[in-house]
């Protein structure tokens, strides 16, 4: 009697102490959300209705980094894009470079802004679960969690943290492409990239009346003859193997310039021309220059860690806790 007392008062004490636990379990991971919150807030700019809306600053580089690289990737390829992803923000910030709040929405001007609910619908409708879903927003917030106040700086100034999807064998320097003033920390480097990337290769063909109209239209021509078109051909190249410009006719284009007007996925391209179309023939994704982002998920495979891929595509940089920034006046 007094042996099954003593054993009913042993599992009443393991059960309370495993119920214990089991609270302290919930109340520690309700503590991690209300901690992944930052105390700072971001301007950000809703180009769709035009206005400026106050955003938790970590809510922003999550959804920044769920919008801009696939949450499958490796979680220190996940950890370097949410690092650049801080950096580009700051930047825009320290150097006011935003008529409109802190930065925009519009990938094409800033960094891919897509709200969670939007994001979740994108990810279901690719057929993730939502484990899955889950299970990516969890690995992207604690990236930003494990590397909070981190940036990127040269020289003790914060640095333009360019990215882009995919470059084969070699990045490009941004004065290649942009013709800007000489940036020592984006510099053409080499680069290892998974070969089954989906978009490494791709073809853009432009039927002749769109490539000449949209070309006048844009004031880079005053008009082609379909002669002239049959003779388009690249005249010269960057140092790191992608075209810098063509020619068609009397005229030179940039090979950047083209990418943004046609949707070519890449100036790293191989032109051939018939009777009726200009063929691209594309290599990589993006303008080339700073952090590729299979790159960074194939180094991170090969066992380099965030902060290892950051300064291999960053030349000469360093990356600091902490930062403390202020408002250019």
Request: hydrophobic fraction near 35%; glycine fraction near 6%.
């Amino acid at each position: 009697m007094y042996f099954i007392a003593g054993i009913l008062s042993i599992i009443i004490v393991v059960l309370a102490i495993f119920q214990t636990k089991k609270i302290e379990n919930i109340e520690e991971k309700e503590e991690e959300k209300i901690n992944f919150e930052s105390s700072e807030t971001i301007e950000l700019y809703n180009t769709q209705n035009d206005k400026i809306e106050n955003v938790n600053l970590n809510y922003y580089l999550l959804c920044v980094v769920a919008s801009e690289i696939p949450f499958k990737y490796e979680y220190e390829a996940i950890k370097a894009q949410v690092v650049v992803a801080r950096t580009y923000l700051f930047n825009k910030i320290v150097n006011n470079l935003e008529e409109k709040g802190d930065v925009c929405d519009d990938y094409r001007h800033c960094q891919a802004y897509t709200p969670l609910e939007k994001l979740n619908e994108i990810w279901k409708n690719k057929g993730f679960t939502d484990k899955e879903i889950e299970e990516g927003k969890e690995k992207i917030q604690k990236a930003i969690l494990d590397t909070k106040n981190q940036v990127i700086i040269y020289n003790g100034k914060i640095i333009d943290a360019l990215f882009h999807a995919s470059s084969p064998q070699r990045t490009e320097d941004a004065k290649a492409i942009w013709s800007c003033e000489d940036i020592p920390y984006l510099k053409s480097v080499e680069n290892v990239e998974d070969e089954t990337y989906e978009n490494r290769n791709s073809q853009t063909i432009l039927p002749y009346s769109v490539f000449k109209n949209t070309l006048i239209e844009k004031g880079y021509v005053e008009n082609l003859t379909d002669e002239e078109m049959l003779n388009t051909k690249i005249s010269e190249y960057t140092d790191s193997g992608r075209v810098k410009t063509i020619q068609v006719g009397n005229y030179k284009i940039k090979a950047e310039d083209l990418r943004t007007l046609f949707g070519i996925k890449s100036t790293n391209f191989t032109l051939s021309v018939d009777s009726e179309n200009i063929v691209f023939n594309v290599i990589g994704y993006g303008h080339g220059v700073g952090l590729s982002q299979v790159g960074a998920n194939t180094y991170a495979k090969l066992g380099k860690t965030y902060d290892e891929i950051i300064h291999h595509y960053y030349t000469g940089v360093d990356i600091v806790d902490g930062y403390e920034y202020t408002k250019e006046k």
